[in-house]
């Protein structure tokens, strides 16, 4: 059975840093989004993303926040200079593409993200 | 707006026994209601959906759920639980009047399920 890919599953890194966080969707996938966990919080919907273009954004999705989807396998999330409150576990996931919005979305198993 | 409460931060249940996970959802028209299982390490899988028709939903690992309009509910449920669905439960809503995707989360219910 296919499955949503992430990498790295932890990374550390140094508040103001820029990190990159990889993932590969279930291939006949057209529509993606990534969601976020800060330890012990909901799950939070960040962006979504559709032919290349963002389709809706949350108010965490700030300037500091890019998406795109270079090769046409990858989707990443980019956060370009981290902050403390960007530590959480971030979640990919994706789903066929629907107009009505009743497709399941399927998610990976998560980048574990801690900023110092 | 849209949103999902989970009202037990856990629960716990004797293997064998009656497994329900409540939540209950308000949006501001007739809802797309999912449950997702989470296990240690790993990602959020789907067990089942309620998007129309029959309110009572089957979905993977012989979980079911039932969507009840009038309580604004969309409890999960599973006749006799394993120690192996111990695991921590969301349920999501996505209402289908708003624009986008996006799933709104419940706060999750760990489920311990004892021998």
């Known amino acids: 059975e296919p499955e949503v890919t992430q990498t790295p599953s932890h990374q550390v890194t140094q508040m103001g840093q820029e990190v990159i966080l990889r993932c590969v969707p279930i291939?006949?996938?057209?529509?993606f989004y990534w969601y976020r966990q800060i330890l012990g919080q909901k799950v939070e919907f960040l962006v979504s993303?559709?032919?290349?273009?963002?389709?809706?954004k949350s108010e965490i999705f700030d300037d500091q926040f890019s998406v795109e989807r270079p090769d046409g396998s990858n989707f990443t999330l980019k956060i370009r200079s981290t902050k403390l409150e960007d530590s959480a576990m971030y979640f990919c996931?994706?789903?066929?593409?629907?107009?009505?919005?009743?497709?399941?979305?399927?998610f990976g198993p998560g980048t574990r993200l801690l900023v110092l | 707006a849209q949103s999902v409460a989970q009202p037990e931060d856990q629960v716990n249940v004797a293997e064998g026994n009656p497994l329900t996970v409540k939540c209950t959802y308000s949006?501001?028209?007739?809802?797309?209601l999912f449950w997702y299982v989470q296990y240690p390490n790993r990602g959020l899988q789907f067990l089942l959906k309620?998007?129309?028709?029959?309110?009572l939903v089957k979905g993977s690992y012989g979980f079911e759920a039932e969507f009840n309009k009038s309580q604004t509910s969309f409890h999960l449920k599973k006749p006799s639980a394993l120690v192996s669905d111990s695991a921590l439960y969301f349920c999501?809503?996505?209402?289908?009047?708003?624009?986008?995707?996006?799933?709104?989360f419940g706060g999750g219910t760990r489920v311990l399920v004892k021998p």
């Open positions: 996931a994706g789903s066929l593409l629907s107009g009505r919005g009743t497709e399941t979305q399927y």
């Open positions: 291939s006949n996938h057209l529509y």
């Open positions: 993303f559709y032919n290349n273009e963002i389709s809706e």
């Open positions: 949006v501001s028209g007739n809802p797309y």
């Open positions: 309620y998007i129309t028709g029959d309110n």
């Open positions: 999501a809503v996505r209402d289908p009047e708003a624009a986008g995707n996006k799933l709104t």
